[in-house]
């Protein structure tokens, strides 16, 4: 079993750049399929990126695309999203995720076993 910790979370103005972190315990994130989902008010949550086990490569949301990064430390035992050009629309309570039952891209919230308690990012216009 894994726990994750997100961090990073704030305020932005448009156009600007956030880090967030999730911090795993308990075991490896590279053990998992890790991902950022995100959830604004009044809508679903919805996939933002993910990693492969042992960082292979990354997937991005079309919205995300070009604007944000996701890598791994395993040293840290931590994954990162990096967020750059934030939009209004970007504004939402991110989460972190992990999958154990999958070595590929996986998209649906259903999919993932473990989740942090999430990280606001509010983005002003």
């Known amino acids: 079993q894994v726990h994750l910790v997100e961090s990073g979370g704030g305020w932005v103005q448009s156009g600007g750049s956030l880090r967030l972190s999730c911090a795993a315990s308990g075991r490896t994130f590279s053990q998992y399929v890790m991902a950022w989902f995100r959830q604004a008010p009044g809508k679903e949550r919805e996939f933002v990126a993910s990693i492969t086990r042992n960082g292979v490569s990354t997937y991005y949301a079309d919205s995300v695309k070009g604007r944000f990064t996701m890598s791994g430390d395993n040293a840290e035992n931590t994954v990162y999203l990096q967020m750059n050009s934030q939009k209004p629309e970007d504004a939402a309570v991110y989460y972190c995720?992990?999958?154990?039952?999958?070595?590929?891209?996986?998209?649906?919230?259903?999919?993932?076993?473990?989740w942090g308690r999430g990280t606001q990012v509010t983005v002003s216009s």
């Open positions: 995720a992990a999958a154990q039952r999958y070595y590929t891209h996986r998209i649906r919230a259903g999919d993932y076993d473990y």
